[in-house]
């Protein structure tokens, strides 16, 4: 599976962006994609992730400002960030797994997409 991570891009607080995750190879193995960020000097963090079996769940930090969504035609997953805030700033990342289970560590994650850059502005 190659995922390619798009839509990043500079915006003021307050704005929004849409993140989208394009599958392609055997797209029919994995069962769970998540968005991780990673911001400078920290560690990669689950965002939000979506699974056939848990459905959307999302971190603390995410709850009531992102929402995460896909596509099968399109084999795309998208995450739509609303009322953006200084601290989302960050690298963020695609990743997918092909157990059902959805999981919020890096570790558990077989397939990554490359980066794509998100800077908040205040």
């Known amino acids: 599976v190659q995922l390619q991570a798009s839509g990043g891009g500079l915006v003021q607080t307050g704005g929004s962006l849409r993140l989208s995750c394009a599958a392609s190879?055997?797209?029919?193995?994995?069962?769970?994609v998540s968005w991780f960020r990673q911001a400078p000097g920290k560690g990669r963090e689950f965002v939000a992730g979506w699974s056939w079996r848990h459905g959307a769940a999302y971190a603390d930090s995410a709850k009531g400002r992102f929402t995460i969504s896909r596509d099968s035609a399109k084999k795309t997953v998208y995450l739509q960030m609303d009322n953006l805030k200084f601290e989302d700033t960050a690298v963020y990342f695609c990743?997918?797994?092909?157990?059902?289970?959805?999981?919020?560590?890096?570790?558990?994650?077989?397939?990554w997409g490359q980066g794509t850059q998100v800077t908040v502005s205040s």
């Open positions: 190879g055997r797209t029919g193995t994995y069962n769970a």
């Open positions: 990743a997918a797994r092909t157990n059902w289970v959805l999981k919020r560590e890096v570790r558990d994650y077989n397939y």
